[in-house]
């Protein structure tokens, strides 16, 4: 028998690869799934190499039985609990896990859920704070119509969506040069009777440090004695809830402390589990009111549900469990050991060189911020010079009030081993030695002399 034309070649043979792929417009016609999918993967060969992406915090890497778990689960919607009645049980299993693992006190029915990540539990966290500060202000007879929330510049931009999306005044901090977090004394300037919450950042997204939350819960606990105010916390613990319970046990951030009502910590990240999943949890079921949860019944049984997407997929939620039984307490300890440990040396060696000024120089959690000493290019030229490497580390400034200070952040992840980090030196005193030879020989030029002799 006669073999066809496309018996006869390969995939890179056939007419698909001499014509432009469909841009704007569906096509007419299909094409074979070898030729779609090797079209595909060659464009996306243009992305970063996820394992040189210093920029995220995502976890780039798993383990080849999770990676299994996760294709046996893929197709399934997490909020079909009546059709996969076995997810939603590991899903409250994780829930319960990390309340004890935040120091839940045992007289608390504490209650949580899985989101896409931290931004849609922030969301969620906070909208039932606004919620129980408007339902007490009704039983109180008093206006509600002009609700607040207090945090520092530190946080995460979702904070602020928060504040513009559920019409909530904002009274955001700004930093100081040099303290890179929010402080008791601002807090207590900004708090009133119309605070839903003030919002505490374990581990910032601009240099890594953590807000002073224990002072923080001090202050509310004296004011809610002196006024009346019973204003909460909330902890954004997207970077560090999941590295300080291992790190720093004896650190007093999370449910120990009384007015901390909510925390949220994101999977994706210092969780190990591949993007997205964020979690958050509620120190008591009353700090979640009732009202917010909607009963569905059109799925099968009578399901609550409080989230902002309807829809979720599984497979994340199954990750994470797959890493608490797989890890344990030990395993996780371990791994932040690890990146604890090359962080600290990253930044130990980018002191040394002289060429670096280390921003978070108390490291706590695994990312190294710093900016140049005496140069005449910025961490922007840095950061664009590294890229022909391929390293992503990004280059910005800080905010309000620090905004003359530009930095450079590279998050250390569990996959990113002491040889990486040296790979990341050489290159990185390669990329300031080669950036200096540029501006003296543009130096030179200007000036009318010889670059070539100025060596």
Not at 51 to 67: Q, R
Request: glycine residues 6%; aromatic residues 10%; charged residues 25%.
């Amino acid at each position: 028998m006669k073999r066809s034309e496309k018996e006869l070649t390969t995939t890179y043979g056939s007419r698909y690869f001499a014509e432009s792929v469909p841009k704007y417009v569906m096509p007419e016609d299909g094409m074979p799934a070898r030729a779609a999918y090797q079209l595909i993967h060659d464009e996306l060969n243009l992305d970063g190499n996820p394992a040189l992406n210093l920029a995220s915090f995502v976890t780039t890497w798993m383990e080849p039985e999770a990676d299994k778990l996760i294709m046996e689960s893929i197709d399934k919607n997490f909020v079909d609990n009546d059709e996969y009645p076995q997810t939603e049980k590991i899903h409250e299993r994780v829930i319960n896990m990390l309340a004890r693992l935040f120091n839940a006190p045992k007289e608390c029915h504490s209650v949580g859920t899985g989101t896409i990540g931290s931004s849609e539990a922030i969301m969620l966290g906070l909208l039932a704070h606004k919620w129980t500060w408007k339902k007490r202000r009704q039983a109180e007879g008093k206006p509600f119509g002009k609700p607040n929330i207090v945090m520092g510049a530190d946080v995460h931009t979702v904070w602020e969506k928060f504040a513009l999306y559920f019409d909530v005044e904002l009274k955001l901090i700004p930093l100081e040069r040099d303290t890179y977090t929010v402080t008791v004394d601002q807090v207590a300037e900004e708090i009133d009777e119309n605070t839903i919450c003030v919002g505490a950042v374990l581990g910032t997204t601009f240099t890594g440090q953590m807000d002073p939350i224990n002072e923080i819960n001090q202050l509310l606990i004296d004011i809610k004695k002196e006024k009346g105010w019973d204003i909460p916390i909330h902890v954004d613990g997207a970077s560090g809830g999941f590295v300080a319970p291992f790190l720093y046990p004896d650190l007093e951030w999370d449910f120990k402390l009384q007015q901390v009502k909510s925390i949220n910590v994101s999977g994706h990240k210092y969780g190990l589990v591949y993007p997205g999943v964020g979690w958050l949890i509620f120190r008591d079921k009353k700090d979640l009111p009732e009202e917010l949860i909607f009963k569905v019944n059109y799925l099968g049984g009578l399901m609550p549900n409080y989230s902002l997407n309807f829809s979720k997929g599984s497979s994340t939620i199954i990750a994470q469990y797959y890493n608490f039984i797989r890890l344990g307490k030990s395993g996780y300890r371990e791994i932040m050991e690890n990146m604890i440990d090359n962080s600290k040396y990253l930044a130990r060696k980018l002191e040394e060189s002289g060429k670096f000024d280390v921003i978070n120089k108390d490291i706590m959690f695994p990312l190294v911020t710093m900016s140049l000493k005496n140069s005449d290019f910025t961490v922007f030229h840095l950061s664009e010079k590294l890229r022909q490497k391929g390293w992503i580390i990004p280059a910005y400034t800080l905010p309000k009030n620090a905004e003359d200070v530009a930095v450079m952040r590279m998050v250390i992840k569990e996959n990113f081993g002491r040889e990486m980090v040296d790979m990341l030196l050489d290159d990185l005193i390669e990329a300031y030695h080669t950036l200096e030879e540029e501006d003296t020989e543009k130096e030179g030029f200007e000036t009318g002399e010889n670059p070539s002799l100025l060596y």
